[in-house]
Each structure stands twice: as C-alpha cells, then as structure tokens.
C-alpha cells in the first residue's frame, strides 16, 4: 500500500481492517529497587494491608468478569483466582513476615513464580503475562494509585503494546480501539480470543511495533498480518471502506448456515453461561456447538453442588430451546486449575492432568456434572449433546460413551490429539459425534506451544498437517453419517471456514461475534468451490501457501 510506507508483519488472528494513530498502554506502576525495611511491630498490619489489597483487586475483577460474556469473563474470572491464589500469597506474606515491604513482598513472589510458569512452558507461561497484570494492581492498590490499563482515546486507534493482560483486552471499546498488534501472543493467546470475541482486527507475535511512536497512523490487516506504517490515505480510507461494505454484508446475513448452492453447514455459537447464551441469541447462530462448562467450577473452594450446576445449564438449554446444544464436560487443569480438586504437581500440565483425564484427580466430579446436565434437559425439555475433551483411546471414549447413554443424552467426544484423529473411525464406533478443537490439535501436532510467540507460525490451523487430520476426521464420519464440527478458533476464520466444510465439515462453532463473518462467506461460494480449496490446501508446502491457496480459489 503506497510505495514508500513500511510494511511489518504478524500472525493474523481476527480478520478485518483497522486504521488510526498508534495508543500504547499506560506505564505500569514503578517499584523503588530500594525495599523498605518494616519492623516486628508494623509487620502483621503490613500483612493486613497487602491481603486488603488483593481481595480488593480480586473482587473488582470478579465484578467485571459478571458483566462481561464468552471467554472475556471465563478469563477475568480466572484472573481474580490468580490474585487469590494461595502460593502467590504466601509466598508474598512469608516476605512481609521476614521484613519486606507489601511491594517488594508483592514484587518478589511474583518474579518466583513466573519464573516457575515459564520454566514448564505450555498453557502455564500464558500466566506470566496474567500474573504480572495482577502485580501491577495490586501495587497499585498499595500505593494508591489508579488500577493500571489503557486509556479510552478520544478518536479510533490502533493499539500496540508486547502483550495485553486479559483484563485490559476485556474492556476495549472496539469502536475506539479498531485493532490491536502485539509482540506476543499466539493464534489462541487469551488476547486472541478476546479480540475475536468483540470483533477487533488483531495481529500477534509481530515484529518492530517498539520502533513506531505512538500517533504514528497505521493500517492493519488481521486476516492477512500486514501492518502498514504511514499508508497513503486515500488507499487506507479505501480500505476501510471495503471492509465497512463487507462487515454490512455480514451484519445482514440471517442464516441458516448453508453454500451458495444451498448445501447446509450449520452455524453455532462458543458459549459459557446463560447470559453469553442469551448474547449469542441475537446472532444468527442456529445453536450452540461449544459450552464451556468451567466458569461454575473457577473460584471455587469446594465442588459446585448437582443442584448448583443444573441451575447454570438450564439457562443455556433454555435460550436454545429446541435448538442444537452441544455441552463440553469440564476442560480443567493446565492454565484452569481447580482448587478443590487434587491436582499433581507436573512439569508440563498441558500435556498432563487436564479435560476427561481430572477424573482420576477427582473421583466422582464427572459422574455429578452428567447428573447435572440431564437434570438440566429434563427440567428444560432440552435434548443436549455431550461431549468429552482430551481424549486419546478407543476406551476413553467407550467408557464416556456408555456414562452418557446411563443418562439418556447423546455422547460425543472432542478430537484435540492427534491419537484421536488418527482413530476417528473407531471413535465414532461407540459416540454419535466428533468435535474437533484446532487449538490443542494444532498444539499437540505441531509439538509448539500454542501461547509461544516465537511458535505462532506453528500454530495457527492453516499449517497442512493439521488440516490433514481435520479432513481425515471430517472423512471418518462422512463415511458412518455421523455428523463431525469444529469448534475450535479455527471456526471463526471465514476463509478456513470455506476450506472445513470442502472438508466434510458438517458444522462450524465460533465465538458470537464471528457467526455472520463465517456464515455470510460460506453462502457466497459453491460446495465444489469449497472442495476444490480443500484440495488445495492438502497439497500446500506450509501454512504461508496453504493460506494464499484458499485465497486464490475463493476469492
């Protein structure tokens, strides 16, 4: 665009066009190198006073985690746990004991376990990022000062910044903020996921945004990953124009989901609770084909009650009434840990005690949620479909499958390992139905950490190998009848959206704010159209190819 403006380069996350001065985040509260020395005396109120401190971060971010939606409260929510979390406090504590100051105290815990998450790596070192956001407000707290986070600028603008804590990501307005490019952060980081959700063009793991001052105008494209420094003008203003056409086009979709020769896909929609429920149903999304049952487990000293979780599923089930509800059984551990549950300590928890495998940690906790959610569809007249996530054996799945069936609901399971894949067709042996989530099955396929900056180009679910196992599975249930989704972030990208149902891709869940992107590009391209990219792309060299091999076919 122009022929003298600099062009960078990132992983695209969230399609569309952004264009507007560059903002950074405010700067983080300063810590004295200097701690101050508390006496005997003083040292149980300096205790008092730094606890103060966290309960009142955590429950303002409690707060804001019940007046968000989808993943922003799931992550505001796991944030405030963070705050509380027992280790970091104690650690901090035993420091003030021994004479540190709240800061300082504050300071170091943190730096302790940060280098900890970072050291095991996977969905843990996601948390440094976390951790650090949560330090800052507790510091700030301290010294009573202003919670850190981003300004509301008066114009539309282009945020830049190395990475963005969830709670800062949660609060943009996307009609201030018209896209975000960071340093860090991956295809499926929490700020990934947030800015699909409100629908903000976004780039990751970009590189030189250190080098351009804030003001500076810039353009980015989050569906190709080009940051355009000092455009032309004339060809920016074009270029907001055409994708204000194309978001009108989306705004007027209203389903159903289906090729522009009429072939169906359905459309769904990734959910949490009975209000992104009830969002979602503003949206033409013809069901649910995630629900992350978590959010009832997060913050929690002790196990939700049958009776407790039932209440949370019927308002799902009851704003789909009588549509298609797809529940996810709870997906904990790794970056979702549950303080009631008798979690080992591991090394690398992402490829340890995590989704169906917690049921060797607590005994019981799977039983009492199917309980829950047939209770839930017999109080609602919901016929739910249930779904397991991490698993890796024929017998995992038969053992689901039958726990299920126990109570007249419809079993499927997740294919997020490869080892799932691989054995779609004796899956689906004993399940009505697979569910493929892109972000783990990229992760674990490509063996690179989905959160991993440096690893983005790895992850994203363009890479050739990972849509062979897509379309192997899709193959595996086209060849029984038996209906295979996708709903992991993949969904959300109207262009792979194309590629999966040319797959055999029977249905596409996305955060809510994706469903009329991905269904107003699907009805304008053919069935064969979308077979003939799918072609396509199981013969690109990497994801770079595979990409620009879709584009080229679908236009």
Request: with cysteine; hydrophobic share 45%.
């Amino acid at each position: 665009m122009g022929n003298t403006a600099r062009v960078l380069s990132g992983t695209p996350v969230v399609p569309g066009i952004g264009f507007g001065p560059v903002i950074r985040p405010a700067p983080r509260p300063i810590v004295s190198p200097d701690p101050v020395s508390i006496p005997d005396t003083a040292r149980e109120a300096e205790v008092g006073r730094f606890e103060s401190a966290v309960a009142d971060v955590a429950e303002r971010l409690r707060v804001r985690s019940s007046r968000a939606s989808g993943a922003a409260s799931e992550v505001l929510a796991a944030t405030a746990m963070l705050a509380e979390d027992r280790a970091w406090k104690g650690a901090a504590t035993t420091r003030i004991r021994s004479g540190s100051d709240a800061v300082s105290a504050a300071t170091a815990a943190t730096e302790q376990f940060a280098a900890v998450f970072e050291k095991m790596g996977g969905l843990q070192a996601e948390r440094v990022t976390d951790l650090f956001d949560v330090r800052d407000r507790v510091i700030s707290e301290l010294q009573g000062l202003p919670e850190p986070g981003l300004e509301t600028p008066d114009v539309p603008s282009v945020l830049f910044a190395d990475d963005l804590a969830p709670a800062d990501t949660a609060g943009l307005d996307p009609a201030l903020v018209v896209a975000i490019a960071t340093t860090l952060g991956g295809p499926t980081s929490h700020t990934a996921i947030i800015a699909r959700q409100l629908g903000i063009p976004c780039v990751v793991a970009a590189t030189g945004l250190d080098d351009i001052p804030p003001g500076t105008p810039v353009l980015v494209d989050g569906a190709t990953g080009r940051i355009v420094i000092e455009p032309n003008r004339q060809e920016a203003d074009e270029a907001v124009s055409r994708d204000r056409a194309e978001r009108e086009r989306t705004a007027a979709w209203t389903g159903p989901g289906a090729t522009a020769d009429g072939h169906p896909v359905d459309i769904l929609a990734n959910v949490q609770d009975g209000a992104g429920a009830r969002a979602a149903r503003e949206t033409p999304a013809q069901g649910v084909g995630l629900f992350r049952t978590e959010l009832c487990f997060l913050d929690r000293e002790t196990e939700p009650t049958v009776a407790e979780q039932a209440d949370i599923y019927a308002e799902v089930f009851d704003a789909y009434a009588g549509r298609k509800v797809v529940v996810r059984t709870l997906d904990a551990g790794s970056d979702k840990p549950l303080r009631f549950a008798n979690h080992p300590e591991e090394s690398n928890p992402a490829l340890g005690v995590r989704g169906i495998r917690i049921t060797s940690a607590a005994p019981g906790i799977l039983e009492r949620q199917l309980d829950a959610v047939a209770d839930a569809a017999i109080r609602t007249g919901a016929s739910p479909w249930v779904m397991a996530p991490m698993i890796a054996t024929i017998d995992e799945a038969a053992e689901f499958a039958a726990l299920v069936r126990e109570r007249n609901l419809t079993p499927g399971v997740m294919v997020e390992i490869p080892s799932a894949a691989l054995l779609a067709d004796r899956l689906l042996e004993h399940v009505d139905f697979l569910s493929i989530g892109t972000n783990d099955l990229a992760q674990y396929t490509m063996a690179a950490d989905r959160m991993s900056p440096q690893l983005a180009a790895l992850t994203t679910p363009w890479q050739p190998a990972v849509l062979m196992l897509v379309a192997h599975t899709a193959r595996a249930g086209a060849a029984v009848g038996k209906p295979v989704g996708v709903c992991g972030e993949a969904g959300a990208d109207p262009l792979l959206a194309c590629v999966l149902a040319g797959m055999g891709v029977t249905s596409l869940s996305c955060a809510a704010s994706a469903v009329g992107s991905v269904g107003a590009r699907l009805s304008t391209v053919t069935m064969d159209r979308c077979r003939e990219a799918a072609d396509a792309v199981s013969t690109a060299v990497d994801a770079t190819a595979a990409r620009s091999a879709a584009l080229r076919i679908l236009g």
